[in-house]
C-alpha cells in the first residue's frame, strides 16, 4: 500500500533507490572471497562442496531469462576477463530445446529473481538429464525451486521485488556474479591476495558509489521528458557495457512501450545507422575505457546522420554537451564494477519516460513479475 512506498510513487521507483541498501545487504559480512559463500542452498553432497567443485570445472554455461539473461552477458566479461574460465550464456527457453554437447566439467549457472521462471527451471533440468551435475543458481528467494533443484547456491539480498521491471534485482545479481568470478579465479590461481583485496575494496564502495549516480535523477529527468514524444530509441555500448545497453533497451521498452533496441555500438553500420534520423534519440553508455575512442567514431557517425546522442560519460571520457549531444556525467571512474553503476540511469530513463507518459510503470500491459508456465 502507500504507506510501503514512502517518499515514492512507484514501487520501481522505490527499487531503484533501494540499491545502495540491497547491495550493502548482499555483501554484508563478506570479509574475504571464500567458495562457501556459493553454498546456500547445503544441496550438495559431502565432500562436492563449492571449493571441489570450483577446482574442477573446466567452463561456465549461464541460462537465464529477461533482465536476467542480461546480468549473465556482463558476467560473461568478467569470467573470462578476471577469471580466464570459458563461458557462454544462453536463453533459458532455447537451451531446452536444442540438441547441445554437453560437458559433465561445466558448471551450470542459472540466475533467476524468482527461482520459479518455467523456462530456467526446466533449462537447469535439462542440463542435469544431460549428466550435467555442477550446478549454481544466483538466486532473490531462498525458498524457490531454483535454490532448492541445484547444488550450490549464492542468494542475492535484493528483498522481494514487485515492480514488474527488475531493478535491484539485477544489480545484486551482478554484486553475486562478481563475487562468483573472484571465487572462480581463487580456485585457478588467478587471482593474488592484493587483488582480492582490492575487488573487494571496489564491492565495499558500492552503496556510496550508487548513491551518488542517484543523485542525478533531476538531470535524468530532462532526459525524459524529450523521450517520452519519440517512437523508437537505440541504446549503443561496447565491451562490459553492451549488455547494459541490452538492459537499458528491455527497461525502456518494458514499461514506456516505446520500441528500442540495443546494438553493440561496432555493429551499429551493419544495420541499424540506417534507422538514425533526428527522430532517433541514441543512448551510448561511454565510460573512459579501452573502446571509448572507437565508440566516439560510432558516435560521430551518429551524429553524421542526424541521430541526436544521449551519453553517459566520466570524467576522463572527454566528451562534452554540444548540439545534438546531451552528456550526463557520471561521478566515478567504476572499473570493472562500471556496469553496475551505468545501468541506474537507464532505470531511471525508463521510469520517469513511463511516468511522462503515464502508464502503468509497475504493471505494465501484457507482462508478469514471474513467469512460471511457459
Ligand atoms: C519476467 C519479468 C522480468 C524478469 C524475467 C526473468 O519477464 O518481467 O523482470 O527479468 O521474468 O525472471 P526471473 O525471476 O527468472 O529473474
Known sequence: GAAELGPYRHYMQK???????????TLDGIQAVVPELFE?????????????????IESVLILAC?????????????????????????????????????????????ISQSG???DTLAALRHAQSLGMRHTLTVCNVASSAM?????????????VEIGVASTKAFTTQLAGLFLLTLALAQAKGRLTES????????????????????????QIISWADDF?????????????????????????KEITYIHAEAYAAGELKHGPLALVTSEMPVVTVAPHDALLEKLKSNMQEVRARGGVL???????????????????????????LSPLLHVVPLQLLAYHTAVARGTDVDKPRNLAKSVTVE
Open 15 to 25: 527499487e531503484i533507490f533501494e540499491q545502495p541498501r540491497a547491495i550493502a545487504d
Open 66 to 110: 529477461g533482465t536476467s539473461y542480461y546480468s549473465g552477458c556482463t558476467a560473461k566479461y568478467w569470467l573470462e576477463g578476471i577469471a580466464k574460465v570459458p563461458t557462454q550464456v544462453e536463453i533459458a527457453s532455447e537451451y531446452r530445446y536444442r540438441e547441445s554437447v554437453p560437458n559433465p566439467h561445466t558448471l551450470v549457472v542459472t
Open 228 to 252: 517520452a514524444g519519440k517512437q523508437n530509441a537505440l541504446f549503443l555500448g561496447r565491451g562490459l557495457h553492451y549488455p547494459i545497453a541490452l538492459e537499458g533497451a528491455l527497461k525502456l
Open 195 to 218: 587483488q582480492e583485496a582490492a575487488h573487494l575494496k571496489a564491492m565495499r564502495h558500492l552503496p556510496a558509489a550508487l548513491s551518488a549516480v542517484l543523485a542525478l535523477e533531476p
Open 147 to 159: 535454490v532448492r533443484e541445484t547444488r550450490l547456491a549464492y542468494l542475492t539480498r535484493a528483498g
Open 310 to 336: 544521449y551519453v553517459l560519460a566520466d570524467a576522463d571520457s572527454r566528451i562534452e554537451s554540444e548540439d545534438g549531444i546531451h552528456v550526463i556525467r557520471m561521478p566515478e571512474h567504476y572499473g570493472p
Open 40 to 56: 546456500a542452498s547445503g544441496n550438495h553432497p559431502a565432500g562436492e562442496g563449492a571449493h571441489h567443485v570450483f577446482k574442477q
Open 116 to 118: 520459479e521462471t518455467a
